[in-house]
């Protein structure tokens, strides 16, 4: 019997076992008063010493175990096994839009923006299993890295494989948007998400941030944005070795149009964050995942085995031995 599924369905009669011991203790005293007695000047030639009447007190034995089976049955005892079912009744579509201009290489966060980022967004996609999301990287340009999509693998690999340079330097944060927009135009979920990640300011492109703010609105797409970068001064590249290959790096004021971003998040019922080193980073995608969390409907099947038909079936047994016995081997001392 697997005893972690077991319980009772009514466990208030087994307080009726107290009853148990008090019959065998009241059967204990009043045992003398069961039989009848014969008063004889003398017992001498008499043979008292018969097996069968100290056997007697079986009878009793079996009627209190009768007893005892009884209210076990009467406590309903049964297995219970659960069958889970879960439905997902409203689906997020997320699109997540990164800056990957040059500045994502600064080395305020550890090792830069880029990598930080590309490791907490990683583990953001690993909770959303739920969800579909897409990937829309910008600079001084946009374009889709991957369509929305319910197969986190391949939103995984992409995250991981993103690097600077694939773009014309510059942030068109309004380019940026615009794209994650253009993705979440046909979609049919109840919620609509873009994550915006930037760390600087809007100065290229040929959209509008506020353009691309109104169409989200119209669309009811909710824009949570996140600027990324230390406050004062950080270290930027600005150059690259001609001989080695490898970029040079320098001292810069970190510039965040957090204006803009607070306004993009405030029109479309978002919400603006700043990330100023890896641990806030992790933070805003975890308040994220909290914020947006899709609902779930659980449905459990339950599967009752009822026990209480053996309890009965020894109680009759030791009911039907007891009468038995009582009228053949003991019916002579009763």
């Known amino acids: 019997m697997d005893w972690s599924n077991f319980e009772f369905y009514s466990p208030g009669f087994l307080w009726l076992l107290i009853a148990v011991p008090i019959l065998a203790i009241w059967h204990f005293f009043m045992r003398k008063k069961d039989a009848a007695v014969l008063t004889v000047p003398s017992v001498k030639g008499f043979k008292t010493t018969s097996i069968i009447t100290k056997l007697k007190p079986v009878l009793y034995a079996l009627r209190i175990l009768a007893i005892a089976a009884t209210i076990i049955a009467l406590a309903r005892p049964r ?6 079912k879960t439905k997902t009744n409203r689906g997020i579509d997320i699109v997540m839009a990164i800056d990957v201009s040059a500045s994502m290489l600064a080395r305020d966060l550890k090792p830069n923006r880029l990598e930080a980022l590309k490791k907490v967004a990683v583990n953001f996609i690993d909770r959303r299993p739920n969800d579909r999301i897409g990937i829309v990287v910008y600079a001084g340009e946009s374009f889709t890295q991957t369509p929305i999509t319910s197969d986190k693998g391949i939103v995984k690999r992409t995250i991981s494989e993103l690097k600077w340079g694939q773009l014309e330097g510059g942030t068109a944060i309004g380019m940026g948007l615009g794209s994650g927009v253009n993705r979440l135009k046909e979609s049919k979920a109840k919620s609509k998400v873009i994550i915006l990640l930037t760390d600087g300011v809007n100065n290229s492109g040929n959209i509008d941030p506020r353009t691309a703010t109104e169409l989200a609105k119209e669309l009811g797409i909710k824009v949570y944005t ?14 690259r070795d001609p001989r080695t290959g490898k970029l040079n790096f320098r001292k810069q004021q970190v510039e965040i149009d957090e204006t803009l971003l607070k306004e993009i998040a405030t029109e479309t019922e ?12 992790k933070e805003i995608y975890d ?48």
């Open 226 to 239: 996140i600027g990324i970068g230390t406050n004062g001064m950080a270290d930027f590249p600005w150059s």
């Open 79 to 84: 297995n219970v096994s659960v069958s889970k």
């Open 287 to 334: 308040e994220i995942d909290k914020l947006e969390k899709t609902k779930i409907e659980e449905f459990k099947y339950y599967n009752y085995q009822e026990k209480y038909r053996i309890f009965i079936f020894i109680a009759l047994i030791l009911l039907g031995l007891e009468f038995i016995l009582r009228n053949t081997i003991f019916k002579s001392f009763i």
């Open 270 to 281: 978002g919400k603006y964050f700043r990330a100023t080193d890896n641990e806030s980073l």
